[in-house]
């Protein structure tokens, strides 16, 4: 997935309210924009950092013309963006990067199921049946090469976990991939120590059949692709084929 139009570069003064970030551009422009990335970003608010920021021109319906879409971190380009892990994981089915699941008839984004939730897609076929693919965005990283989920506490991510599982009992496949935002990783582990809960769902989840699987993007200023599937440790036999 191309950048387009390109990315802005600019320094990182603050990020605040979760929703919003202070920088200063390449030029000496100081600017606010909008953060698309509601969670805690563990690792990646260190004011100085370089970051690249999409441009919004013309628009008429933003309140702020900059978003910030990278964070440079221990050396390598970090997205932050919780808006393009559903479409980077899409385009990764369809190019074949995740088995079986490239096979699958019909893909559909934003579908109802459980109790009050939307899968984030759906894929159904006349013979293999349906198969429920929950995406999570994944960029905390404390140790090299290991990638970890979550940076912090996340009831809906367990929530999502157990329903997963519900479908699995049901009879379908339900796969949870984690989309991992960065190319200096080689695996991805639970982060235990920040949410015991869930890290004990999805240990029942994997025990109700559920899949697990991690993908690596490559990550430049000018585009995001998903690269190739990385082990998700303690996933035991329940990996994506």
């Known amino acids: 997935m191309q950048f387009d139009p390109p990315l802005i ?71 932050i963006n919780t808006g393009r892990p559903n479409r980077l994981v ?48 994944v960029h905390f990283c404390r140790q090299p090469g290991l990638a970890e989920f979550p940076d912090s506490v996340t009831s809906r991510g367990a929530k999502h976990l157990e329903e997963l599982g519900d479908m699995a009992e049901a009879g379908h496949r339900a796969i949870m991939v984690y989309l991992i935002q960065r190319s200096d990783v080689d695996r991805l582990r639970l982060c235990r120590d920040l949410d015991k809960t869930y890290a004990t769902a999805f240990d029942r989840a994997m025990k109700r059949g559920v899949e697990a699987c991690a993908i690596r993007c490559k990550i430049t200023p000018e585009q995001i692709r998903a690269e190739f599937v990385v082990p998700v440790e303690e996933s035991g036999l329940n990996s994506v084929s």
């Open 9 to 79: 570069r600019a320094r990182l003064v603050r990020r605040y309210k979760r929703f919003l970030f202070d920088a200063e551009l390449d030029n000496g422009e100081a600017i606010t924009g909008s953060c698309p990335n509601t969670g805690s970003m563990l690792g990646l608010t260190a004011p100085g950092s370089r970051i690249y920021l999409t441009e919004h021109i013309g628009s008429t319906t933003r309140k702020y013309r900059h978003a910030l879409e990278l964070v440079e971190a221990d050396g390598t380009l970090v997205g």
């Open 90 to 137: 899409e385009d990764a089915i369809k190019e074949g990067l995740l088995g079986t699941l490239g096979d699958y008839a019909v893909l559909k984004r934003e579908q109802k199921y459980g109790i009050n939730s939307r899968i984030d897609m759906l894929l159904d076929d006349p013979v293999r049946g349906k198969a429920y693919v929950e995406v999570k965005n």
